[in-house]
């Protein structure tokens, strides 16, 4: 199988389909439970193509969660969330089809480790995509390039440092051509001299124009790189701005609350 690409050099999905001026994102009224527990209550959230947006917040207060509900790990109890317009909570949508189109990066690498940096991002090209060896390689090749790492390609996990291996983590979620991005904490189990290196990565496809919904603790990735920070608080969205008004005038006690501790 060749690669199909677009106009831009990209992989191609001829079964995806989008409603025009839709959001690439969009949550309405979502609430979830586990067990008794309400986790997410009344979400209600529009991310449009291109947008970079943080998530803050106090641990408990429901930012992964939401992003897990986002490419059906979790499922919700009501409300409705749609990519590019179309609802991903109808029974009869293809779950495993879905998620070729969100990547997912989480704190933890989970990468293969009898398998080299490139096998890895080869993977997901190969066996869902339906590529030739030859083919995923070079595309695994050119996306471990996007992150900084195609001279580690021959290198397996153990090999590779932490920062290394969330990058390509990073290369891994790209390679299936999603048209947004989730970042769940993926710097809290690095280093702190290590951090660095995968924002970069980060901010980068953030130029490129990725649309990303990122759950994180480093305001300085927010300040600079986001183009709009939400703060959840107990499960709800309690405040949403520009970086630079979020962090110079919230309008929350909330938010005041919140950022007096992360300064």
């Given amino acids: 199988m060749s690669v199909p690409e677009d106009e831009d050099g990209a992989m191609g999905d001829p079964d995806r389909e989008s409603v025009p001026d839709a959001p690439e994102v969009e949550y309405e009224s979502v609430d979830k439970y586990f067990g008794e527990t309400h986790v997410l209550k009344d979400v209600s959230l529009s991310v449009d193509d291109g947008e970079v947006v943080v998530i803050v917040g106090p641990s408990g207060s429901g930012k992964s969660t939401l992003l897990r509900c986002t490419n059906r790990l979790e499922e919700i109890q009501d409300g409705d969330i749609r990519i590019e317009g179309e609802s991903i909570t109808d029974p009869e949508v293809d779950v495993n089809h879905l998620r070729q189109h969100i990547g997912m990066v989480f704190q933890s690498f989970n990468l293969f480790p009898h398998k080299t940096a490139l096998e890895n991002v080869a993977l997901g090209p190969q066996v869902v995509k339906g590529f030739e060896e030859a083919e995923a390689r070079k595309w695994a090749t050119a996306m471990l390039d996007r992150v900084g790492l195609s001279d580690q390609a021959e290198k397996y996990p153990n090999q590779l440092s932490g920062g290394q291996q969330q990058r390509v983590a990073i290369a891994r979620a790209l390679a299936m051509d999603p048209s947004v ?66 962090f110079a005038h919230p309008e929350t006690d909330r938010a005041k609350r919140f950022l007096e501790r992360v300064h």
């Avoid at 189990?189 to 990565?201: H, N, Q, T, Y």
């Avoid at 107990?234 to 970086?243: A, F, K, L, M």
């Fill in 181 to 246: 991005m989730l970042f769940d904490e993926v710097t809290s189990a690095l280093d702190p001299e290590l951090v660095g290196e995968v924002l970069e990565v980060m901010g980068n496809l953030a130029e490129e124009g990725m649309t990303m919904l990122v759950v994180t603790h480093e305001m300085g990735f927010a300040r600079e790189v986001g183009d709009r920070v939400i703060l959840m608080s107990e499960g709800r969205i309690v405040e949403s701005g520009r970086p630079t008004d979020f």
